[in-house]
């Protein structure tokens, strides 16, 4: 079943932005933690960012910290990556997923719905 739609990864040259979408329309922005994560080619998919929906706090890799931002819009149902200063080593395929337990993770087996991925090409 699809659950989540993700939208917004094109190629970009390094130093732009980006901002990644993350919509549902079955899914509760309330309920869920929400997470996004990357993989890159010949890589094991990572977690970039996620928001514990319990306590709203957020969590961001150290390779992207001060330049992603993740926020959500429950009046939207959409959630967001905006990505900025983006290099090179961001490019890869972007996942939002969304956990039951509300509270984030970086472990993606704890999630329960994904959404099919949005390309992000960094390249000059």
């Known amino acids: 079943q699809v659950h989540l739609v993700e939208s917004g990864g094109e190629l970009v040259q390094p130093g732009g932005s980006l901002r990644l979408s993350c919509t549902t329309s079955?899914?509760?922005?309330?309920?869920?933690?929400i997470g996004w994560f990357r993989q890159a080619p010949g890589k094991e998919r990572e977690a970039v960012s996620w928001?514990?929906?319990?306590?709203?706090?957020?969590w961001y890799t150290d390779s992207v910290k001060g330049r992603f931002t993740i926020a959500r819009d429950t009046t939207k149902s959409t959630a967001y990556l905006q990505m900025n200063s983006l290099k090179p080593e961001d490019t890869g395929i972007y996942y939002c997923?969304?956990?039951?337990?509300?509270?984030?993770?970086?472990?993606?087996?704890?999630?329960?719905?994904w959404g099919q991925g949005t390309q992000v090409t960094v390249s000059s």
């Open positions: 997923a969304f956990e039951s337990s509300g509270l984030g993770s970086s472990n993606e087996h704890e999630y329960n719905y």
């Open positions: 928001i514990n929906n319990v306590d709203g706090s957020t």
């Open positions: 079955t899914l509760s922005l309330h309920f869920y933690g």
